[in-house]
């Protein structure tokens, strides 16, 4: 289950909210053009990958916490919301996931899955045309290597929720130094998905080759490297500051529970963490915060909170 929530401060809230709700028995869906379908259906993503990942011209860099203490039936956290520098034709994407392998064997320190699903914010404009944050789930069954599912875009997402929108930006974010506004993201057999405990929707079973469970959780950020010949991207990650510039500054990721075999949210630690180009993103291990429950990591660099779950229910 994505399960997104908010504390004091005041709630971070979609900003198609300000002008009302749905009446009961519709959903919010974000207007989108088709051909932003198809860019959407070509972005790589490469969930719990080892290396940058360069194909077709383009990269992908990332800096996350893995865990593999399951099975899990799911994962809950805080993401910050920050306002950053995007290039016209990439993304930077903050999230928490859930994955496995199709032959259900537990991973021992090798992040390589088939079926992933990863929920939080992402600024997009090639999507959207601007890189506010907004609310995204993505999922695969191949690891990525062709299937690459954004929001609806693949059919298999069930929208359940009149509040929540995908593809809906987030007001207000996170200030440098000042209030640090988050969501609450969560995802669960269905694979629900909920933000600040408000259930968005799930993916059924039966999009996914036997995922039953997790075998891997992840927390961190991932963007998309266009430029050519080895050339960096201006694009940010997390906040847009190193990890080194500390907590209210850099890109956090915090509260981080593991959904257990039971449905309870439970302490789990990091297994390892990855860090594709550390020179221009980097990660940072905080640990517990006593006295708040969970994990904590810093993370991004400069080339709101939000809480997302991911959870399995049982039905």
């Known amino acids: 289950m994505l399960n997104m929530s908010s504390s004091s401060p005041p709630p971070t809230q979609q900003e198609w909210q300000r002008s009302g709700t749905c009446p009961e028995g519709t959903v919010p ?23 940058s990942l360069a194909a077709n011209g383009v990269t992908t860099e990332a800096a996350y916490a893995y865990s593999t203490n399951g099975p899990y039936h799911g ?100 200030k440098p130094g000042g209030e640090q506004r988050h969501t609450t993201d969560a995802a669960e057999p269905k694979w629900w998905v909920s933000v600040n405990l408000e259930e968005v929707g799930y993916l059924p079973d039966f999009v996914f080759n036997n995922f039953v469970e997790s075998f891997l959780n992840g927390w961190g950020g991932q963007l998309l490297n266009t430029n050519p010949g080895g050339q960096h991207t201006s694009t940010q990650m997390g906040s847009g500051r190193f990890p080194s510039e500390g907590i209210n500054y850099a890109g956090m990721i915090g509260k981080y529970l593991a959904v257990d075999y039971n449905g309870e949210l439970a302490n789990d630690y990091p297994a390892g963490s990855k860090v594709t180009q550390s020179s221009c993103y980097d990660y940072k291990d905080l640990g517990r915060q006593e006295p708040e429950p969970g994990y904590y990591i810093l993370y991004g660099g400069p080339v709101a909170l939000t809480v997302l779950t991911v959870q399995r229910v049982k039905v």
């Open 29 to 51: 869906v974000l207007r989108t053009h088709a051909r932003n379908t198809t860019r959407a259906a070509n972005f790589p993503m490469t969930p719990f990958f080892k290396e």
């Open 75 to 174: 994962a809950n956290a805080d993401i910050y919301l920050w306002d950053i520098h995007v290039e016209p034709n990439e993304y930077s994407t903050n999230f928490i996931a859930v994955g496995g392998d199709a032959d259900g064997r537990p991973l021992v320190n090798d992040p390589s899955v088939d079926n992933a699903i990863l929920v939080g914010w992402m600024a997009a404009p090639p999507l959207y045309g601007d890189s506010k944050p907004r609310l995204y789930v993505y999922w695969t069954n191949d690891g990525g290597r062709s299937k690459n599912c954004w929001n609806f875009d693949c059919g298999g997402f069930v929208q359940t929720s009149k509040k929540i929108s995908l593809g809906a930006s987030f007001s207000p974010t996170s």
